[in-house]
């Protein structure tokens, strides 16, 4: 597969996710994936490694702090107190595999997973692995990446 012009790539090691554009960083942003580690098995909790793509996107014009269930805008933002779950919060990036075998398909398939990009609640854990698999995003953040990422945008996640 060729680089692509633009996309984004999540190093899982620095815990940071990058806007890549004509091989330079664009923006840069600090995350969190998951604290049960790597990996791409169903029910594993883990964030799944490889070339992904933005299949669908959510949340668009929601305020900051809204919070969705299974992918639907309840139209209730986040108390701003409550951290006793990672709710999903402001925008979701959800993510298809494109790797056959690796993220796609069978028990290891990234779409059916719902693994997202998204806000948390969990802000103060941003930067260090904090998640069930998705790769969670301060909500200032995730609204502007948001916004400069069409569907179909490519993500590495090394």
């Not at 502007?144 to 179909?152: A, F, G, I, S, W």
Request: proline residues 4%.
């Amino acid at each position: 597969m060729d680089t692509p012009e633009s996309y984004l790539l999540v190093d899982t090691g620095s815990q940071k996710l990058s806007l890549m554009h004509n091989g330079r960083v664009r923006a840069a942003y600090p995350i969190s994936t998951s604290k049960f580690g790597l990996g791409a098995v169903k029910d594993s909790f883990k964030t799944p490694l490889g070339i992904h793509r933005v299949a669908e996107k959510y949340g668009t014009g929601c305020p900051a702090g809204r919070i969705f269930k299974s992918r639907k805008d309840t139209g209730v933002e986040w108390d701003g107190k409550s951290v006793e779950e990672n709710l999903i919060l402001t925008r979701i990036l959800r993510l298809a595999g494109l790797e056959p075998g690796v993220n796609q398909g069978g028990n290891v398939d990234s779409f059916e997973r719902y693994i997202y990009i998204h806000g948390t609640n969990l802000e103060q854990s941003i930067g260090k692995p904090a998640s069930h698999g998705c790769v969670l995003m301060k909500n200032q953040d995730i609204i502007k990446l948001y916004d400069q990422v069409p569907e179909n945008t490519v993500v590495v996640i090394a």
